[in-house]
């Protein structure tokens, strides 16, 4: 059976303030979480960057299929080394708890789950009604998605769930996030809405900063600081 091990974890309120001293990357941290940019020239930069000429979305796709297998999310028969089962809240109101768990440690990386709990509706939910995605990716039905971040250290590699396949670093070094499976089912008297996440390689700092926000559902930038010995 894997090894059992325990992870901690420090509540994180807000953005934290030492992101203000590294300019452009507490800038890019900020974008992510869907927060003002108070650099007005750094914002109009980043609203560019988004606007991919079709080449350029073409180039990525095609990209994508080089993608290295040990990037790639495990599959369900790959075992992991060791284990961490618990959740560790990220966010929480009255009919709603956001957050990481499930961590699953490999030689080439690290999976985790993100998920969310409120009551479950009983199938009363109207078609129109508007649903959480915990996904890297946009559909139709789903327009917005969680904004998700993490890092190892303020101004290091910033991870999100925004990043396309085909992005990836052209360093096996240089940490990289990608997206997995996600759904939204019954889970007892609460539903359920959740993705996994695939992190590498295994970073050699033993921190990892999560910060979480969902504007659409009224989710304030709201984190943790897991402390693992990865």
């Known amino acids: 059976m894997p090894e059992q091990t325990p992870i901690s974890a420090v509540p994180l309120a807000g953005t934290p303030d030492s992101w203000f001293e590294h300019g452009e990357w507490g800038a890019r941290a900020l974008d992510i979480l869907g927060e003002p940019i108070p650099d007005r020239a750094l ?3 980043f609203a560019s960057e988004k606007q991919l000429p079709l080449e350029d979305r073409r180039a990525l796709l095609i990209r994508s299929r080089d993608l290295p297998d040990w990037r790639r999310p495990p599959k369900p028969d790959e075992k992991p080394t060791a284990t961490d089962d618990h959740q560790v809240t990220i966010y929480q109101r009255d009919g709603l708890d956001l957050g990481v768990g499930n961590f699953r440690l490999y030689d080439r990386g690290i999976q985790f789950r993100i998920e969310a709990l409120e009551p479950d509706p009983g199938g009363h939910v109207r078609p129109d009604a508007e649903v959480m995605n915990f996904s890297y990716r946009l559909r139709p039905d789903q327009p917005h998605r969680l904004r998700f971040l993490a890092y190892t250290e303020p101004g290091g590699t ?3 769930n925004t990043a396309h396949f085909g992005s ?7 940490l990289w996030l990608a997206g997995g499976i ?4 019954g889970r007892g008297p609460e539903l359920a809405t959740w993705g996994e ?3 590498t390689p295994r970073p050699t700092n033993a921190t990892l900063t999560v910060i979480l926000s969902y504007p659409e559902f009224d989710i304030p930038p709201s984190g943790v600081v897991i402390t693992h010995p990865w």
């Open 43 to 45: 914002a109009e930069q």
């Open 158 to 160: 910033l991870l999100t």
């Open 168 to 174: 990836f670093p052209d360093s096996p070094e240089t």
């Open 182 to 185: 996600s759904g939204t089912g």
């Open 197 to 199: 996440y695939f992190l």
